[in-house]
């Protein structure tokens, strides 16, 4: 059993200490935040973990085995190095960071200090994630054309001008780190590395320091292309499709929602699932169910207890937060932008 720390406990990270809730591999025994309000208070007292008063205090702690980091992005490099430096294994919240320099640092701490490190790209254990990538590895797509994603949330429409997600330099491109880099980390799990990028991000309603509308174009190294646009104010919702010469397939399910239930936030991202091949009917099905959030923490506790590596290869995290970068930078120029 690995007794982990929860850091930041806004409503992201209550959702993964309430996945990890009966877990024979992971338990939540401490935890920390900025603010310490009662209903933090409230909460801590009915997970049954303690509260402590800084992140430099719960590291110095000889019986904790792990920190998971549900904290600012712009934070992310430097915990996973404090962390990796007190001998704690560390599962981040995505985006990994805003950079590659920043992740390279982080990996480079981590694998110094020889502790596991996972990322909290959940969509990934999805078994329909899974099936999918079997599929194409098995040639029954063919050649892979196209990859294109949607992913939308109304959460910037609450969201006050104080908070942590409203400004721009902790959520550039809008909807590109709350929800887009879960499409991005598909695409490389599933195409692999990303060679160039074009973005255009702007603002249509909301009222805070941040885009509401945003698209953006891939290519990938092996040659096939790629589509994803976030919108931050209107109806949720999330859609994920693969083409190839044999046939596509079709993904739908809901983005985190603010408001929603934990079980709807860990459970309900996949819905309806389609596959049309070049030649013959349609199948269509329903997802299975998973809670994708409970699945990567035990994966992590797994890699951490010396068990299996954490599925996404630590390249990748790297190549995601480059992709990340180019994206941002090609915000910002207005040009195709090639991934470092």
Request: glycine share 10%; proline share 4%; hydrophobic share 45%.
């Amino acid at each position: 059993m690995i007794r982990a720390a929860i850091v930041g406990l806004g409503w992201w990270g209550q959702t993964l200490v309430e996945a990890a809730e009966g877990s024979d591999a992971i338990r939540f025994v401490s935890g920390t935040t900025r603010t310490m309000s009662d209903a933090v208070k409230d909460f801590a007292g009915a997970q049954g973990f303690r509260l402590v008063e800084g992140y430099d205090a719960l590291l110095a702690d000889p019986d904790l085995d792990a920190v998971v980091l549900a904290t600012p992005h712009s934070t992310h490099a430097a915990q996973v190095i404090a962390a990796a430096e007190a001998g704690k294994h560390v599962y981040c919240e995505k985006p990994f960071a805003l950079t590659k320099a920043d992740a390279e640092a982080a990996v480079a701490a981590a694998d110094r200090a020889g502790v596991a490190l996972g990322l909290g790209y959940n969509r990934r254990f999805h078994p329909e994630m899974t099936k999918l990538r079997e599929r194409i590895q098995a040639g029954e797509l063919g050649v892979i054309m196209h990859v294109e994603a949607n992913m939308t949330f109304p959460n910037a429409l609450m969201l006050k001008p104080t908070q942590w997600r409203a400004s721009r330099s902790e959520t550039p491109c809008g909807g590109l780190t709350p929800m887009g880099v879960h499409a991005i980390d598909g695409m490389i799990d599933l195409c692999g590395n990303v060679d160039h990028v074009f973005c255009q991000s702007f603002t249509r309603v909301v009222e805070i320091d941040s885009d509401d509308t945003t698209s953006i174009l891939f290519r990938m190294k092996d040659g096939m292309s790629g589509y994803l646009g976030t919108l931050t104010a209107t109806g949720g919702g999330f859609s994920f499709q693969v083409f190839g010469s044999k046939g596509w397939v079709r993904l739908e399910g809901m983005t985190h929602v603010a408001g929603a239930s934990s079980e709807e936030r860990r459970t309900r991202l996949f819905g309806t699932c389609k596959f049309k091949p070049a030649k013959g009917p349609a199948e269509v099905w329903d997802a299975e169910t998973c809670d994708v959030s409970r699945a990567s923490l035990e994966a992590f506790a797994a890699a951490a207890a010396g068990g299996p590596a954490y599925p996404i290869p630590v390249d990748q995290m790297i190549h995601g937060a480059a992709v990340t970068e180019a994206v941002v930078r090609s915000a910002a120029s207005g040009k195709v932008e090639g991934v470092a």
